[in-house]
């Protein structure tokens, strides 16, 4: 990671990693840095006290068909734009709030493509101007708060994911009211698309505001041939 020029292609052997993955410089639109597993191989990275994957600041990386699990957040990307994180399988982040998943921040034309997201707090949250991000055919599964967040970010495209949690919600969609990491800005949540999604399973409601598939608060949103 910290060699790894434009065009190169790391091939990651089955194992155990317990560090995380930080790119240390950006690939090119013609000539991307990947990191991917070793075909026919498993090469996990668990027991990071941080996430897993960071991609900050960086452009054009691709990370592919790796497992992260046990770790106290499974990816971070920050002030980065047209990543890739495909084929993953993410399972068990630990953290409470936020960090507790995917967390994409500031980021914009990223795509976030077939993988599997178990057992996280907000499994994959899109925040503070993070727009123009494609999420598409992954699983989502078992969330302690949210499965999907889109939040203060627009012109994201959601199409055709797989949404089960018993716990709480599946999705939300609104504006950043300030906390420990965001800021306090409104009428930022605009023209989203969720479009052929199967929401499968939310808990049960006992408020009309709690536990809904998709808890809404956004602008000038497409909510279209959805189950």
Not at 54 to 76: E, M, N, P, S
Not at 123 to 128: E, F
Not at 143 to 171: D, P, W, Y
């Amino acid at each position: 990671a910290n060699s790894a020029e434009s065009g190169t292609t790391v091939l990651i052997r089955e194992g155990t990693y317990r560090e995380p993955l930080a790119p240390a410089r950006s690939g090119s639109s013609e000539r991307p840095i990947v990191f991917r597993n070793y075909e026919g191989e498993t090469a996990t990275i668990t027991g990071v006290d941080a996430p897993a994957i960071q991609i900050i600041g960086k452009q054009w990386i691709v990370v592919d068909g790796l497992t992260v699990t046990d770790t106290t957040g499974w990816a971070r990307l920050q002030d980065a734009s047209h990543n890739v994180i495909q084929r993953m399988t993410f399972l068990r982040a630990r953290a409470e709030g936020t960090t507790g998943g995917l967390k994409i921040v500031r980021s914009t034309f990223n795509r976030i493509l077939d993988n599997r997201l178990e057992d996280g707090n907000d499994n994959l949250l899109l925040q503070d101007s993070s727009n123009g991000n494609l999420i598409v055919n992954n699983v989502l599964t078992t969330a302690r708060h949210t499965l999907l967040v889109i939040k203060c970010s627009s012109f994201n495209v959601v199409r055709e994911n797989f949404l089960v949690n018993a716990n709480q919600k599946g999705m939300e969609i609104f504006d950043c009211g300030g906390g420990s990491d965001a800021p306090r800005i409104y009428d930022t949540t605009r023209r989203n698309v969720v479009e052929r999604n199967v929401f499968v399973i939310t808990r049960g409601s006992s408020r009309v505001y709690m536990y809904n598939a998709i808890q809404h608060g956004g602008q000038y949103t497409i909510v279209r041939r959805n189950a």
